[in-house]
């Protein structure tokens, strides 16, 4: 097959022993898949070795490790895996996750349309620890209520009201991945929410199989999204690089006014007083001029945002 037949898969590794020979294995079972990098980052524990042992044994898979065996994150472990791979196909599969039979079948179908820059599958979970009562709720498949445009897709995502796409169910053409500038490697965590957000602000993606799930999710007590205090620092941090991004890429002004509202959404939540909260926002307007000429900068001002709260008394 050719380069644009084949997918490449990636997948970072970071303290996986347990997990990660199921996660490659459900890779090698796709005919479509040409190559699997597992790229380790830095484990402590036996993540590399086990890492090794595949790629030994099946010339399909190839172990990729930091300079020094450093531990850089996923956004950096991921980039690296892009920055090395042989296919024109991408596909991002966590250490802790699996892909289920079929995964890429109606994706490459999708794909022979060269005006489709990526497409996006359903995304289930399976929980390796006991579901504690009431939990399951909170799980639900990670996609979309209904197939959106390529161009409806970000206002659909931003704010949820279709739901959510998550990094396993995506596959991207290596080239768009490129001229994006590969995943923000300055965020600790929600580095794949910004590189979906931005794939659905420049690029077209396409809806693939969003009814049933085309892989899992694994559920355990030491997934990240788990620390809530982590996001609530990193949240304000996914949607201001994003606000800074659009203005650099000439994103139309009213997505940038969409992500305004939730970089604020998120900013709230870390409970800063109205001189934090003003510092803060003049800092942003002034490092990124464009905002000084839009009406955007006065109406996300705190004070105008809060101007209810402060003066109550002029709307009684």
């Not at 289920?100 to 079948?105: I, S, V």
């Not at 659909?156 to 009201?161: F, H, L, R």
Request: contains cysteine; proline residues 3%.
């Amino acid at each position: 097959m050719h380069r644009d037949k084949k997918i490449t898969v990636i997948i970072p590794a970071f303290n996986v022993e347990k997990f990660l020979s199921k996660s490659v294995e459900s890779a090698l079972i796709q005919k479509e898949v040409g190559e699997i990098i597992i790229v380790e980052d830095g484990s402590t524990d036996n993540t590399l070795k086990i890492a090794e042992s595949f790629s030994f044994r099946n010339n399909r898979i190839k172990v990729l490790t930091h300079p020094n065996n450093v531990n850089r994150g996923r956004g950096a472990t991921r980039n690296l895996g892009i920055q090395n791979a042989n296919y024109d196909l991408i596909a991002f599969l966590d250490a802790d996750d699996y892909f289920l039979k079929g995964r890429f079948t109606n994706d490459l179908n999708i794909l022979t349309d060269k005006s489709v820059d990526g497409v996006y599958n359903a995304v289930g979970f399976n929980f390796y620890r006991e579901i504690k009562p009431g939990e399951e709720i909170h799980f639900k498949p990670n996609t979309l209520s209904k197939k959106l445009a390529p161009e409806n897709l970000f206002e659909g995502i931003v704010s949820s009201k279709y739901g959510y796409l998550h990094l396993n169910g995506l596959t991207v053409r290596r080239e768009s991945l490129i001229r994006l500038g590969l995943f923000n490697e300055s965020l600790k965590v929600t580095q794949d929410s910004d590189l979906i957000f931005k794939l659905s602000l420049k690029y077209r993606l396409c809806p693939s199989i969003i009814d049933i799930p085309s892989s899992m999710r694994g559920i355990h007590d030491d997934n990240v999204f788990n620390k809530s205090e982590v996001y609530i620092e990193y949240n304000p941090k996914l949607f201001e690089s994003l606000v800074v991004w659009s203005l650099e890429n000439e994103i139309p002004m009213d997505r940038i006014d969409l992500l305004l509202q939730w970089l604020w959404h998120h900013k709230f939540k870390q409970r800063l007083n109205l001189l934090q909260e003003s510092i803060y926002w003049l800092k942003l307007i002034i490092n990124n001029p464009i905002l000084l000429t839009s009406s955007l900068s006065i109406k996300y001002f705190p004070i105008v945002r809060k101007r209810k709260q402060i003066f109550s008394f002029l709307y009684q």
